[in-house]
């Protein structure tokens, strides 16, 4: 079956509160221990559940139409399928977000002393959408682009391209990561440097279905750059760009930057693959690992994190034993949490404030 899926995704991020006298009292709270109590309407149904990756959390028949359930997801921004009867439901009555390549429930749990990814009243920096030609793929992509509050077309920045990760798109920095709301508050705190933030679509994919995430590594060299740097006032320096990017988009970082240490000064590495977490490609952008004056020379700051409970732990491992011995000058940090947005955010929140230092 040939498919045609439309340029932009749309996903719902405000509550739908529905018709009381058709819907019922449907929904979610958060309460103060991080608990969450669910309730949806399946008149139909013999069995609901919360699958959380492997994670299962049942919910009870309440009357002849509701379900509900209070359940323990942990702390932070929690995707989950919703199965009535064994098939995947997308409930209205819950926040919608985009992940594993399709629009899927969440829950967002404060995570007590990080606040700093809060909608506060501060000046807020803005996010426009642009679709610029790429000459890799032969049609339009995405991205997105955050300007600082006190953005002025008049003066030059440095530029950040930051990458999500496999199944994700360009919104999930903004959405799910809160990229933009970090930087906001970081800059009214003084911590970090103004910059231009630049997030792209990196499932790229030809018409020809070549293999998608493989061809972004082309297209921000070939494509991306040089549309940011003829769009906005940026410098195009190399000690003014850097790349980042979580799980997919930290091997595309560490590929394009190791690869191209005379365009990236800065590179940050989420979630965090140097080398291709299933092998069996050969991977020249891991040379440069081997002269560690050059790779000194080409980076101010050249940053690795992950969560503690992250599945992909002894592939990061698997890097830690590769660097090994070698005098590179790489920080490595851990974060608790696992392959999953609330380390994320504590890998911006920490690599924003160590770039474009003066």
Not at 133 to 146: A, F, Q, R
Not at 209 to 216: D, H, Q
Request: proline residues 7%; aromatic residues 14%.
């Amino acid at each position: 079956m040939k498919k045609q899926w439309p340029l932009d995704t749309a996903v719902s991020f405000d509550p739908y509160q529905g018709e009381p006298g058709r819907d019922g009292d449907q929904g979610y709270e958060i309460h103060e221990d991080g608990t969450v109590t669910i309730r949806i309407k399946a008149p139909f149904a013999k069995e609901v559940v919360l699958d959380m990756f492997g994670n299962i959390f049942p919910l009870e028949k309440v009357s002849e139409e509701m379900w509900e359930g209070r359940v323990d997801l942990g702390r932070g921004f929690k995707y989950f399928f919703l199965k009535i009867d064994g098939n995947e439901v997308l409930n209205p009555y819950l926040p919608i977000g985009y992940g594993c390549c399709r629009p899927m429930n969440f829950v967002d749990i404060p995570v007590p002393g990080e606040e700093w990814d809060s909608l506060f009243d501060i000046p807020h920096g803005a996010v426009t959408r642009h679709y610029f030609p790429s000459s890799v793929t032969g049609k339009l992509e995405i991205c997105l682009v955050y300007t600082p509050a006190n953005y002025d077309p008049a003066k030059k920045y440095p530029v950040l391209y930051l990458q999500h990760g496999y199944g994700e798109n360009e919104t999930g920095w903004v959405y799910q990561g809160h990229a933009a709301r970090i930087a906001d508050k970081l800059l009214y705190d003084g911590k970090m440097e103004e910059m231009i933030i630049v997030m792209a679509n990196g499932m790229t994919q030809a018409p020809e279905n070549k293999a998608r995430f493989g061809l972004f590594t082309e297209v921000i060299l070939a494509d991306l750059i040089p549309y940011i740097e003829g769009k906005y006032p940026v410098y195009t320096d190399k000690w003014h760009r850097a790349m980042a990017g979580l799980s997919m988009g930290s091997y595309q970082t560490s590929i394009v930057t190791m690869s191209n240490p005379d365009l990236f000064g800065y590179a940050g590495v989420f979630s965090g693959f140097m080398s291709m977490a299933f092998g069996g490609n050969p991977e020249p952008h891991l040379e440069i690992l081997e002269d560690s004056e050059k790779f000194n020379d080409s980076f101010k700051v050249f940053y690795r994190a992950m969560g503690t409970e992250d599945t992909y732990f002894q592939n990061f491992e698997k890097d830690d034993k590769m660097l090994e011995g070698k005098p590179l000058n790489i920080t490595r940090k851990t974060f608790p949490g696992g392959h999953d947005w609330s380390v994320w955010r504590r890998c911006i929140h920490d690599f924003l404030p160590m770039i474009f230092k003066q």
